[in-house]
C-alpha cells in the first residue's frame, strides 16, 4: 500500500511539474523587466540596455503562424509609428518551439516559426520593431509567462511592468475595437498617470512549448493510418473536377511514376494537404500512368501517405487528359493549377512549382485566407 501511494505521490509531482513547464506564470504588475539576450531577423542581438533609451518598453509576444497574430501585425506597426516620437520602444519576441507545431496548426499561413520563416515574415510585412527568436530554449518565454499570441508586456522608464494582457478587444483587422487596452496604458503613462486597467486576458493561439514536440511526431504518426485510395477518372470527370462546383479552394496536381520532377515535388503537397485540409481547401492528384500502372501509382501514394483524393486516368490517349485538364497545357509533366469555386484557374504552371509561393497564394486567397 505504501509503495503504492509514494507511486501515487510520484505520478501527481510529475504531472505538477510538466504543467508548470507548460505555462508558466505570468509576469506580475510591478515586476521588473527579466533580461535577454536573444537574435533579431536583422542578425542583431538585442538585450535590455539595447532600449535604454526609451522611456517605455513594450514587449510583444508573438509569432508567424497564428492567425491572432497575424491580424494584429499592422495594429503593433501603428504603435511604433503613433509612438516612436515619444520615446516608447516596441519589440517583438516569437518563443514557440517550431519542433513543436503541428502541420495541422499551420492552416492561417504560408510560414512557421523557424528563425528562417520569420526573417521572411519580417520582410513581407516590412516591420519596423525588431523581431526576436526565442525558440531554441524558450527562456525569455518561461521568464515572461506569456499565455497565448499575441501578449503585451508594457514597462515604465525603471522597466516595471505597469500593463499586461490584450493589445485591444477585437481580433479581426477589419473590426472596430470598444476598448483600446495597449494604447490606454501607454497614454497614462507617458501623462505620468496609473494605468487604468493594469491586467487583462489575452486571446489568441496558445505558446507552443517544447514539451508540445510529442504532438508534432504523433501527427505524423497518425498519418499512416489514414486510408489512400486511386479512382478511375476519364474525360467528362476531368472537365468536372476543372469546373469546381465545390465550396473549396482546389489545387490540382498532374503527376506520373516515371517523372522525377513530379515524384520529388509531391511531398511539397503533401504538407500542404496536411496544412490545409481543415480550411476551405483541398489538393487532388491526377496520375497520368497508363491504367495498367495503377497498382504501382498506388503504391507510390500510399508510401506518401496521400489521403487527399486521387485519380488515375482511364485512356491511354494523354493529349486527351491535356485538354480534359486544361487547352492551354503544352503537355509537360508536372502540371499544376489552383482552381477557385466555379471553375476559374488562377494559376496554371507547367513545371515544378515553387512551394513557398504556393503557400502564400492559397492562404491569401479569398476563399481561405489569413484570419477567422
Same mark, same amino acid.
Given at each position: ?14 504531472y ?17 523587466? *527579466? ?33 491572432? =497574430? ?11 509609428d503613433? $509612438? #516612436? ?22 492552416? $492561417?499561413? +504560408?510560414?512557421?516559426?523557424?528563425y ?9 510585412? =516590412? ?9 531554441? +530554449? ?12 499575441p ?11 505597469? $500593463? ?8 479581426? *483587422? ?7 487596452d495597449? !494604447? ?9 498617470k ?13 505558446? #507552443?512549448?517544447?514539451?508540445? @514536440?510529442?504532438?508534432?511526431?504523433? @501527427? ?14 476519364? &474525360?467528362?470527370?476531368?472537365?468536372e ?23 520529388? &515535388? ?10 490545409y !485540409?481543415? !480550411?476551405?481547401? @483541398? ?16 503504391k ?8 487527399? #483524393? ?5 485512356? &491511354? ?5 491535356? &485538354? ?33 509561393k504556393? #503557400? ?13
Amino acid at each position: 500500500m505504501r509503495l503504492i501511494r509514494k507511486i501515487c505521490m510520484l505520478l501527481i509531482l510529475a504531472y505538477t511539474s510538466a504543467g508548470a513547464a507548460e505555462q508558466p506564470e505570468t509576469l506580475k504588475i510591478g515586476a521588473a523587466a *527579466p533580461d535577454f539576450n536573444l537574435l533579431g531577423t536583422d542578425g542583431k542581438r538585442y538585450a535590455l540596455k539595447s532600449f535604454s533609451g526609451a522611456d517605455v518598453l513594450v514587449i510583444v509576444f508573438t509569432c508567424n503562424h497564428c492567425p491572432t =497574430a497575424q491580424a494584429y501585425e499592422n495594429r503593433v506597426k501603428g504603435l511604433v509609428d503613433d $509612438y #516612436k516620437a515619444k520615446k516608447v520602444a516596441v519589440v517583438a519576441i516569437s518563443s514557440n518551439d517550431p519542433k513543436a507545431i503541428r502541420l495541422d496548426e499551420l492552416g $492561417y499561413t +504560408d510560414l512557421s516559426d523557424t528563425y528562417a520563416d520569420m526573417k521572411i515574415r519580417a520582410k513581407d510585412m =516590412a516591420y519596423n520593431f525588431p523581431y526576436l527568436y526565442d525558440g531554441d +530554449d524558450q527562456k525569455t518565454a518561461l521568464a515572461y509567462g506569456p499565455v497565448a499570441t499575441p501578449h503585451i508586456f508594457i514597462f515604465d522608464k525603471n522597466r516595471k511592468l505597469q $500593463y499586461t494582457g490584450r493589445i485591444d478587444d477585437v481580433e479581426k *483587422p477589419t473590426g472596430t475595437p470598444k476598448n483600446l487596452d495597449a !494604447r490606454n496604458a501607454l497614454d497614462a503613462l507617458l501623462a505620468g498617470k496609473p494605468v487604468p486597467v493594469p491586467t487583462t486576458k489575452t486571446f489568441g493561439c496558445s505558446m #507552443k512549448w517544447a514539451s508540445k @514536440e510529442q504532438g508534432a511526431q504523433s @501527427e505524423q504518426a497518425g498519418w499512416a493510418k489514414e486510408a489512400v485510395s486511386l479512382a478511375k477518372i476519364d &474525360e467528362a470527370g476531368l472537365k468536372e473536377l476543372i469546373q469546381n462546383k465545390s465550396d473549396k479552394l482546389r489545387l490540382i496536381n498532374v503527376w506520373a511514376t516515371w517523372c522525377g520532377p513530379c515524384v520529388t &515535388e509531391f511531398p511539397d503537397f503533401m504538407e500542404m494537404h496536411h496544412m490545409y !485540409r481543415g !480550411r476551405d481547401f @483541398e489538393f487532388v492528384s491526377i496520375s497520368a500512368d497508363s491504367p495498367d500502372k495503377e497498382a504501382k501509382a498506388l503504391k507510390f501514394l500510399q508510401g506518401k501517405y496521400a489521403s487527399n #483524393k486521387n485519380y488515375i486516368f482511364t485512356s &491511354e490517349d494523354k493529349y486527351k487528359l491535356i &485538354e480534359a485538364v486544361d487547352p492551354k497545357w503544352q503537355g509537360a509533366l508536372p502540371y499544376t493549377i489552383l482552381v477557385e469555386p466555379g471553375g476559374k484557374i488562377v494559376y496554371a504552371k507547367q513545371g515544378p512549382i515553387a512551394p513557398a509561393k504556393m #503557400k502564400k497564394m492559397i492562404v491569401e486567397n479569398k476563399y481561405v485566407g489569413r484570419y477567422y
